[in-house]
């Protein structure tokens, strides 16, 4: 007996099963970035005043800013691939796959140089609790990219074959492959300013 | 897939760009502010706001969040509630500390 | 099922579960049934074990370095006494496998999976590999746990709450600790998301939200717990292994002082943050424990007494209550802390509140039992002994919530005792209803009833034995995790006759689990064979064949859901229960 909903949606609730496992399992991603938050909050905030290390002291702002932009633009990437599976054009999406997986290698090797030169010059997480939240943020962070990363590069090449079977169950995985990414680009968009700007 | 279906996918495009241009400049903004050396709380509140922004343009356009079901509201609303509480986490604390002294 | 054989001869979609081999079949399954089987089995070789660790423990408090029969020549280094050292490995880790790798993986894992899906008429869980990914992740984060008994150093020993800064200093076992618990994690967090889309997609036709029974519903609002509350300890896991690992000081302040050393170390943590994202999660987890017990006596409570549940509708309501209230209770552990009055006062006017719907769901419980022809069968046995007992345990947390009487009886043994009467003699007994209830449904035969009662019996007069003496020596004020039970505190020389007593009883009451385990056993083989209904029941899950057959589909059509939960005894009606897929009265 076939599991029901896995492609089209329950009548009374809307949504197919991924889409509603894929918004609680970011629910609770939310609530894990949301502990991390409050803790860099709880320790900056009492930190005794004027010993609290800030970003800028150590990190690269022009760096980060390109990443930024290099998140932001494969988030749209995504989402274009999305939209070309429900213009049924499976080339484009294939492009816009594609861009999307280079964009997260390019959002990594970026964030690899910064890691890099920081080993070098011995800022290290032990240094400070600053540079111990920066490290355990953005190395979480990271992690998220590299998941990401592994799923899209699934449905770019081995799990698109399920294009040609079943076009509708794969646009919905695209889908939400995609609401994953957006969430972790989302991540960032707070990371940067909290870590990077103030 | 019909025509008028195909047609509200190329409206939406059409939304992908624009929200990725307002991103772009949004980002631009952020990082120019920051080397004002406003003071702190101002800062951070530019920051938080501006940040917000973007993080709710990509999740209403990105996420679909801004004509999504009910069921996935009542989901999110939930969640906010409990992020709401563990945010208050450092404040109740700091707060009550200070209240003692 | 001749079903199932037309659908995999036309092959379409993935389907091929007819030819499945012995390794996919049983071990790397995707069957919800047997991965509840398998949750199921692997909580109760945990709790075994845990049980024995707290057994060890027993002996220590009872006849402190003397050296322990029978298991003590293990302990070669110590000639078998139980030093103190070990005996807070014993404690750390008893409360651990108890809590994360015992009852919750029982619970939720077990009943919830092979329960769930049979119960709102699922073919399956939601996302049978991600179910299957949970199990596993359970598995290696209990073999983790296990394991660190033989790192160097031993297990982990700062409590099962791992508070920094001794935590964060502790030998390796502590690091295998914080790597088990991610797993854990990982596992509750996968799993409870496939619950919620399980119950929220996959409930029949016409079974709507206030049809579910309250089984249902009670594991429903446990996994909105387990989804939003672990995150916190997710992060304060990863926190404190930053610290062991990575050498940063989320939790180690400026100057701490360490055996007489200053600690080198960038300073500038908080300790308190660890407990404030531990029971952030661990009250909710608190609610994870008992909530599937007050569904499992929900079920065999009414089925015992043929009457449908009084105030059905008013239990639903205080569990979706008590669930989102637990988010804002946890600084009820922390009164002790130093927290001004502000925030105490919040904290004991919520703790007050979330006691009113456990007394709401305990109360609607007792008032089903009025005027009903009750049958004393084995799993009734222990769903009754569950209500005085949660009851006790509920009644002695209300002193700990009020931060005036907490200041008195923190950390002392009371508060050993009311969580035990809440999770032994309470969540423990439901367990084990609830394993006598379905195991005709699991196997297609009943466990005696005969061993069932000389299981209970006993068992209920131990776990008194065992428990009460606490309340009484914690009021006198002996503190808890003392390896020696006191011995070396003139205030607690008067109750200290109290320690031989409990012991004898702790493991009397082992003894008592024999004709259980031999029971389970024994059942599976030679036990009464039973049809699909036999205890006369009206949920969806007995309108399922007896044992249902592994690989997909558990019914032989999706089955048309007409009434609610427990229309016992109907007027009018030919027999005293009518099933929820029954149209109308024969």
Known sequence: MEIPYTVEARPDTGVFNAKLGVWLFLASEVMLFGALFSSYVLLRTGAPAGTWHHGREFLNVPLATLNTIILIASSVTMVMSWASLKLNDFKKYRIYMGLTLLAGVGFLVVKGFEYGHKFEIGLLPKTNTFLAIYFTLTGLHGLHVIGGMILNGYFLGPGSKMFKTQPERFTNRVEVAGLYWHFVDLVWIFLFPTLYLL | ?101 | MALVDERVAHGHGEAHHEELGFWQKYVFSQDHKVIGIQYGFTALCFLLFGFSLMMMMRWSIAYPNQPIPLVGKLLKASGGIIVPEFYNQLGAMHGTIMVFLGIVPLAVGAFGNYIVPLQIGAPDMAFPKLNMASYWSYFIGGVIMLSSFFAPGGAAQSGWTSYPPLSDIAPTGQTMWLFGMLFLIISSVLGSMNFLVTIIQLRAPGLTWMRLPFFVWAQFVTSFLLLLAFPALQAAAVLQMMDRLAGTSFFLPSGLVVSGQQLQVAGGGSPLLWQHLFWFLAHPEVYVLILPAFGIVAEVIANNTRKPLWGYRSMVYAVTFLGFMSFIVWAHHMFMTGMGTVMSTFFQTTTMIISIPSVIVLTALLISLWGASIRFTVPMLFALAFLPMFAIGGLTGLPLGLAPADIHLHDTLYVIGHFHYVVAPGTVFAMFAGIYYWFPKVTGRKMSELLGKIHFWPSFLFMNGVFFPMLIQGLAGVQRRLYDGGASYSHAQPVLHWNAFMSGSAWLLGLSQIPFIFNLFWSMKKGEKVGANPWEATTLEWAAAPSPPIAHGNFAEIPTVHRGPYDYSLPGASTDFTPQHQLQEA
């Open chain 2, 1 to 101: 897939m019909s025509a008028s279906d195909a047609e509200s996918i190329r409206k939406q495009t059409r939304a992908y760009i624009v929200v990725f241009v307002t991103l772009m400049v949004m980002t631009i903004l952020t990082v120019a502010v920051s080397y004002f050396h406003m003071p702190v709380g101002l800062a951070i509140l530019v920051a938080l706001v501006i940040a917000s922004f973007k993080g709710s343009l990509v999740a209403a356009v990105f996420m679909h969040l801004s004509h999504e079901r009910k069921l996935i509201y009542w989901v999110l609303l939930l969640t906010v509630i409990f992020f709401v509480v563990l945010m208050a986490i450092p404040s109740l604390s700091q707060w009550d500390q200070r209240m003692l002294r």
